[in-house]
């Protein structure tokens, strides 16, 4: 079923629409929650969760990309219960390197220097990703919104692995410096 | 800000940036090795004709019978986008969450017009190119002028030099034959002998397939010495760059700088290559299931110093809580590989074991005890390992093609390799961080040796000539150059379109005093874009160029 049917079911407040958002989108959902959870009972109870977030937001809410708002739900969901588990323990799994990486990027700042809103981070972090190379901004993507596996992203982009660690590595860097001169981090 | 600040801020990013990131994967498929062989078949024609044409003296019609490309490779695909069988581009795709790799590895697809969306066009420009800036997915980097391996203020050059399309097809590949031809002028009253330096930017490669410069002397061909010169330095970010990534010209021009400073010719690091080292090897690998699918090895073991583990044929490497794994696969060393872990201290590794794995990925979960593996130590000078790694590279082999480089070819290519070996394990043997062209070869020899044969690098043909006193020499350059392209899907209005970027200034020390450039064709081609002035309809082309510019370009597309 194509997503704008899915959402009018939505909209008309009937239950098949979760039916179909289910039938269409959880192996996507469950892949991006067990990317980072690693866990297949946790991963989905997130998906499941997901329809439910879907079902409450659906309307007033009318999503440009189905898809992508699924995704970014479960995604959020996933990392809410991968906090509650993981608490402040470092080590296992793809989602503690991820977590690594990211460490990098804000390196030297202070928890107490919060004086900006998310969504200007947000959009700083829009505009930095615009300006890179696609295939870069791409494999950035893969990486630190689906926490997908540099292996798995090597293969996606037909390129070697150490390339693929080598562009984040390098994104990374440059992220770091952009959002130092955007004084999101000292 | 904490970490996980970022990851939830980078949660909410652009909806068009992560649709973006889904789009069907650009790797090498079958359809693309199909296009490099069809490339050497291009070049091999196309070098014929150039050879004819050269005997002949005057141009003759080819009708070059290449190996076609899969027509899919640039149409419209069929199947899911999402080969990866990760679920996360297709939720067609039938899932399987104990399998991250169920979907085929190769694929045949392409991308065309059907698949390109809004924020496709948006973000794949392709050959969008001005005279600053070319992008292009695949930048095989400008053409550059002739440079003097010592500054020599008597010596002055006019240069003219040609593009010729009229034999270039559809199915060329962007390849397009060079004449760029140097009148030296000596305005001293004495003889001056000069060191003459061509930059060619290419790979071993595409030398090998009949790209190498050819170089005539007053219209005697001559036999030019080649050496490699630069492949990696900043780029315009200021990060370390290979050469073979720069995004554009300008960034090459970063990475290269001044062409006459690579003219030293760098020696093998003796030390490191009499160096005694312990070399784990494995063989007789096995596995239960289809070793196609299924089957992966590995070795664990403890180490602080994992920039000074090497390796050979390895399909993985993870590095968790001191502990290296290094992983291969079953099928790859059933096909030829000879998996190695090369340890430069020379001494047996820490808690060492070995465990077979359903998958490359070094989790309990994919842990199996039915793949096994022989293993066999020794030990040995590297500068032995690498001959032996130089050995087995699966380079034109690998690729279904019979060819072997020339003793010229082959001695750049050892040189090349060993450049890079010896440049990363300096690099390695510095303090801080695992720094890009480190990470690069993720210590692979295997990589090292496959970059030094397909990555770009700078060239330097070089010759020396003597320009008699109040006079001049003629010095002209013929050979192909591939255009930048996007390698899979480029936005319509680029289809069976290259860009060329002319670098007229780049990286020489010489004084011009004329730049003119030519263009060839037979109706073939249209010019898309471009800040020549060319005018095929109006039959200008021929145009001299302004000499203090930086560069000239054209979007040329193959109409037949």
């Known amino acids: ?186 | 800000m904490r970490r996980e600040e970022l990851f939830q801020a980078i949660g909410q990013i652009d909806d068009t940036l992560i649709v973006k990131s889904g789009k069907r994967a650009k790797r090498k498929s079958k359809a693309m090795l199909r296009t490099v062989i069809a490339m050497a078949a291009s070049l091999a024609l196309l070098l014929g004709a150039a050879t004819a044409l050269n005997q002949a003296g005057l141009l003759k019609p080819l009708s070059p019978e290449v190996e076609q490309t899969d027509p899919d490779s640039h149409g419209i695909p069929g199947g899911p986008s999402d080969e990866l069988g990760t679920g996360l581009d297709d939720p067609d795709v039938p899932f399987n969450p104990e399998d991250p790799y169920d979907g085929p590895l190769i694929s045949d697809g392409g991308c065309g017009p059907d698949d390109l969306t809004d924020t496709d066009v948006e973000y794949n420009r392709g050959l969008v190119s001005n005279e600053y800036e070319s992008f292009a997915e695949f930048n095989p980097g400008p053409l550059m002028p002739v440079t003097l391996a010592q500054a020599n203020s008597f010596v002055t050059a006019q240069r003219d030099m040609t593009y010729d399309f009229s034999e270039v097809t559809k199915q060329s590949d962007g390849f397009v034959a060079i004449r760029d031809s140097y009148e030296f002028t000596n305005s001293s009253d004495e003889d001056q002998e000069v060191t003459l330096l061509y930059p060619y930017l290419g790979t071993i490669y595409e030398m090998n397939n009949g790209s190498k410069p050819e170089v005539k002397v007053n219209g005697e061909t001559v036999l030019a010495d080649i050496q490699t010169g630069a492949y990696y330095g900043k780029d315009s970010f200021g990060y370390e760059q290979l050469l073979s990534f720069a995004h554009s010209t300008d960034e090459m021009d970063c990475i290269i700088g001044d062409v006459a400073s690579h003219t030293e010719v760098k020696e093998v690091d003796e030390e490191l290559w009499n160096k005694k080292v312990l070399v784990y090897e494995f063989s007789d690998v096995k596995c239960a299931g289809d070793p196609a699918e299924y089957g992966a090895y590995a070795v664990k073991f403890k180490t602080d110093d994992y920039k000074n583990i090497y390796f050979q044929d390895i399909g993985g490497v993870t590095y968790v809580d001191g502990y290296l794994y290094v992983g291969f696969y079953v099928e790859d060393v059933q096909s030829g590989d000879t998996p190695k872990i090369i340890f430069m201290d020379g001494k047996e590794p820490e808690d060492y074991s070995e465990q077979g794995y359903s998958y490359m990925e070094f989790f309990e979960q994919y842990e199996v005890d039915d793949v096994s593996a022989s293993m066999t130590k020794r030990e040995a000078a590297f500068g032995e390992v690498f001959e032996e790694v130089i050995a087995s590279n699966r380079t034109a082999k690998q690729w279904g093609e019979e060819r072997t480089l020339s003793e010229q070819e082959q001695k750049l290519y050892e040189g090349f390799a060993a450049q890079i070996v010896s440049d990363v394990a300096l690099r390695n043997a510095k303090d801080g961080e695992y720094d890009d062209m480190a990470a690069y070869f993720s210590n692979s020899l295997s990589d090292m040796a496959y970059y030094a044969y397909t990555g770009t690098t700078l060239f330097l043909v070089k010759n020396e000539v003597t320009i008699p006193a109040g006079g001049s020499i003629r010095v002209e350059y013929e050979y192909l150059k591939q255009g930048m392209h996007e390698l899979t899907c480029p936005e319509p209005d680029f289809n069976d379109c290259y860009g060329y970027d002319n670098a007229i200034n780049m990286g020489t020390n010489m004084t011009f005093t004329k730049q003119v450039a030519n263009i060839a064709e037979q109706g073939n081609i249209e010019i898309i874009d471009q800040n020549y002035r060319f005018d095929l309809a109006a039959g200008r082309k021929s145009v001299e160029l302004e000499l203090d510019a930086e560069r000239y370009y054209m979007i040329v597309r193959m109409l037949k």
Not at chain 1, 35 to 41: A, G, S
Not at chain 1, 45 to 66: F, Q, S
Not at chain 1, 127 to 155: H, M, Q, S
Not at chain 1, 157 to 163: Q, T
């Open chain 1, 1 to 186: 079923m194509e997503d704008k049917q899915i959402i009018e079911l939505y909209n008309q407040r009937k239950e098949a629409a979760i039916e179909h958002t289910a039938e269409k989108y959880t192996a996507y959902c469950f892949n991006i929650a067990n990317n980072i959870l690693h866990n297949h009972e946790d991963s989905e109870e997130c998906v499941n969760d997901t329809w439910m977030k879907a079902w409450n937001a659906i309307p007033p809410t009318v999503p440009t990309y189905l898809r992508v708002f699924l995704g970014k739900i479960t995604r959020n969901l996933s990392f809410d219960k991968y906090r509650a588990s993981h608490s402040e323990s470092r080590g296992g799994g793809q989602m503690a390197v991820v977590l690594d990486e990211l460490e990098e990027i804000v390196a030297g700042s202070s928890d107490v220097e919060a004086h900006y809103e998310q969504k200007e981070l947000v959009e700083a972090i829009n505009t930095y990703l615009k300006k890179l190379p696609e295939r870069d901004c791409n494999i950035f993507i893969r990486r630190y919104f689906y926490a997908e596996e540099t292996g798995v992203i090597a293969r996606r982009y037909g390129i070697k692995e150490s390339n693929v660690l080598m562009i984040l590595s390098r994104t990374r860097k440059k992220l770091h410096t952009f959002l130092k001169e955007e004084d999101f981090i000292s």
